[in-house]
T-cell receptor, first 111, second 114 residues
Framework: DAKTTQPTSMDCAEGRAANLPCNHS???????VYWYRQIHSQGPQYIIHGLKNNETNEMASLIITEDRKSSTLILPHATLRDTAVYYCIVGSGGSNYKLTFGKGTLLTVNP | DTAVSQTPKYLVTQMGNDKSIKCEQNLGHDTMYWYKQDSKKFLKIMFS???????INETVPNRFSPKSPDKAHLNLHINSLELGDSAVYFCASSLRGAGEGEQYFGPGTRLTVT
């Protein structure tokens, strides 16, 4: 069901920027791109979302390509606590809501 | 204060039993959800309620019945439990309608059916 493609795993050095890619080539015009992460067995944690403009908050930046077929989540200064599975999801609201989480990317931040 | 809380955290029970999982959110959100995360770690939505009204009911067995006594609570009752029901169940809430904006997840309830 997942409409996104992400690498299975990535490594990043502590203190460096982590850039997590996501392909969503079949995204439709009213669908947002959401990023969540799940640390170990905890509940997923919202990170950021966007429609077509780049977005930034205190946790991360989201870069969406002009054709909206791919995006990149950027953690500017990764810490050990950022080790988690990162999910890229596309979806819209309302009665057609179909927010389905795929397998995500396991990001391991190394000391 | 925990924004979205679930009880119990762990639930071990035998096949055929009936069990309930409770969820409460103190965020004043209008919409609540139940998700199931299976052994392959896929997280899928099961139900969504908006102001106590069921708005999303995915293809789940009718042994699963959600109940929302008020917009701060969404409970999940499961009848005649089966081995395949073993999973982690997450409750979530969002300020706006289903799928709109960020969702806040609870810590999960790990259900093991033996």
């Amino acid at each position: 069901d997942a409409k996104t493609t992400q690498p299975t795993s990535m490594d990043c050095a502590e203190g460096r920027a982590a850039n997590l890619p996501c392909n969503h080539s079949t995204i439709s015009g009213n669908e947002y791109v959401y990023w969540y992460r799940q640390i170990h067995s905890q509940g997923p944690q919202y990170i950021i979302h966007g429609l077509k403009n780049n977005e930034t908050n205190e946790m991360a930046s989201l870069i969406i390509t002009e054709d909206r077929k791919s995006s990149t989540l950027i953690l500017p200064h990764a810490t050990l606590r950022d080790t988690a599975v990162y999910y890229c999801i596309v979806g819209s609201g309302g009665s057609n809501y179909k927010l389905t989480f795929g397998k995500g990317t396991l990001l391991t931040v190394n000391p | 204060d925990t924004a979205v809380s679930q009880t119990p955290k762990y639930l071990v029970t035998q096949m055929g039993n009936d069990k309930s999982i409770k969820c409460e959110q103190n965020l004043g959100h209008d919409t609540m959800y139940w998700y199931k995360q299976d052994s392959k770690k896929f997280l899928k939505i099961m139900f969504s309620y908006n102001n106590k009204e069921l708005i999303i009911n995915e293809t789940v067995p009718n042994r699963f019945s959600p109940k929302s006594p008020d917009k701060a609570h969404l409970n999940l009752h499961i009848n005649s439990l089966e081995l395949g029901d073993s999973a982690v169940y997450f409750c979530a809430s969002s300020l706006r309608g289903a799928g709109e904006g960020e969702q806040y997840f609870g810590p999960g309830t790990r259900l093991t059916v033996t």
